[in-house]
């Protein structure tokens, strides 16, 4: 399998939650095999700082997809 990283990043509602959801479904995806989840962690919005804080995280998939089916 080749090893892929995706980016999760959120401010809005219940990011943790919806993570969460997003990564049930990513696993669920033929071809796409979760292997690693990191903490989430907590950043201040910098640009426009009158809004909450972004909550982040990052996975790592094992997957035989092509580019372009993964995105």
């Known amino acids: 399998m080749i090893p892929v990283t995706i980016g999760f990043g959120g401010n809005l509602g219940r990011p943790d939650l919806a993570f ?13 095999s979760l292997t690693a989840v990191s903490r989430l962690w907590r950043s201040e919005p910098w640009g426009v700082t009158n809004q909450p804080a972004f909550v982040n995280a990052v996975a790592r998939f094992g997957t035989y997809l092509e580019p372009a089916a993964l995105l």
Do not use: K
Not at 21 to 26: C, E, G, I, P, T
């Open 20 to 32: 969460q959801n997003a990564l049930r479904d990513l696993d669920a995806t033929p071809g796409l």
